[in-house]
């Protein structure tokens, strides 16, 4: 196929849990809304890729798995894993799960850049200072800083209040005392700010949109939502990313059809739909021009995500352009330029180099 040896640049994931595993643990890592399950598609998946990985014959049994997982230990189940992803780039959101990215970096072999949460740097700055009338004055100078050593932005505003936030430029001046932002008002003005700097530093702000754990409605996750916000900075040099996007993902295929500053993946969707990871891409390559997609796993604590993330978008992807060629609907020079562009080409466009020298990044050579 040829999807198989294209290097990846994954531009959103998380790290993984250093710890091993039993077989309840497994499967709430599994799912998303802790009802994850070996009898699901991304449990086949699990069965049939991930077994050869860790020297096991293809659809092993769970218990097979896990003991041989087990026996293995954690750390050589992460190593291999992700260093068979291909993935050569990894930019991982920090504001959820490890903030080691030496660690992840040596585990994967690969470059690992930061996506900097504002949620969380909002809140670390609450638990320091309180809401003083300037509050946003000292959350901007803190994402100055952490943006010195970052790759990206990211919000979850959709989880906190929807992609309907108000777009507010000013806005309150205090907000309440607890540490998790709830207030649309000061949401809108965190995303604002978010906005402004992402413009200015030339780093892309991403946006977790449709599924996800069972704290999110899933009715404020549509990025349709966003047309507001997305017409508000169309004239700016802000690039927006869409995440996930299922089962908004054709939504989100129009909005990156329409909008030149909107960058989209299928990434949280690609894992758990399994076999059926072909018909989601085809589905959002209806409309999404082809330099809008990007490629992320958005893996989180299982290994086994971060590979299944990109050894399905591989073979998802390369089933639907042999279906292409097969009908003459594409060349072989167009579909290895389509390729190179989801694959890597689209990040390296639009996200800046990953710092060399931050206090939480590091390359390894591998």
């Not at 992460?78 to 990894?90: K, Y």
């Not at 803190?142 to 959709?158: M, P, Y």
């Not at 946006?207 to 009715?219: A, C, K, P, Q």
């Not at 018909?279 to 999404?288: M, N």
């Amino acid at each position: 196929m040829l999807t198989d040896s294209v290097p990846l640049t994954d531009h959103h994931c998380h790290g993984v849990i250093t710890d091993d595993l039993d077989l309840p643990h497994f499967e709430e890592l599994l799912g998303e809304g802790q009802r994850g399950t070996f009898e699901s598609s991304i449990g086949l998946a699990v069965r049939r890729w991930c077994a050869p990985v860790l020297d096991l014959p293809p659809h092993s049994e769970p218990d097979d798995y896990l003991t041989r997982r087990a026996d293995l230990g954690w750390r050589e189940v992460s190593a291999r894993l992700l260093r068979a992803a291909g993935t050569t780039r990894w930019f991982l959101d920090t504001g959820f799960g490890s903030d080691d990215l030496a660690a992840f970096a040596e585990l994967a072999a690969g470059e690992v850049g930061e996506i900097v949460r504002l949620e969380q740097v909002a809140e670390q700055v609450i638990a320091e200072i309180g809401t003083p009338a300037t509050l946003f004055d000292h959350v901007e100078a803190a994402l100055r800083e952490r943006a010195r050593h970052a790759v990206g932005f990211k919000t979850i505003v959709a989880y906190r209040c929807g992609l309907d936030f108000p777009l507010v430029h000013t806005g309150p001046t205090t907000v309440a005392s607890e540490q998790r932002l709830t207030d649309p008002q000061t949401l809108g003005r965190l995303v604002g700010l978010g906005a402004r700097l992402g413009a200015e530093l030339g780093l892309p702000l991403q946006f977790h949109t449709g599924f996800g754990d069972t704290d999110l409605r899933s009715t404020g996750a549509d990025p349709l939502l966003l047309t507001d916000f997305l017409r508000s900075t169309a004239d700016t040099e802000l690039t927006v990313v869409l995440l996930h996007c299922w089962p908004f993902h054709r939504n989100a295929a129009y909005l990156a059809h329409a909008y030149p500053h909107v960058l989209m993946d299928v990434g949280l969707a690609i894992p758990y739909v399994g076999h059926r990871s072909s018909a989601v891409l085809a589905e959002t390559l209806e409309l999404a021009p082809f330099r809008s997609l990007c490629y992320s796993s958005d893996g989180y604590g299982l290994p086994e995500l971060h590979y299944l993330g990109a050894k399905l978008w591989r073979r998802g992807l390369g089933l639907l352009l042999d279906e292409w060629l097969a009908a003459d609907a594409i060349t072989v020079a167009d579909a290895e330029r389509l390729v190179a562009a989801v694959a890597h080409g689209t990040a390296e466009r639009h996200y800046p180099p990953i710092p060399q020298h931050g206090p939480t990044s590091s390359a390894h050579s591998g």
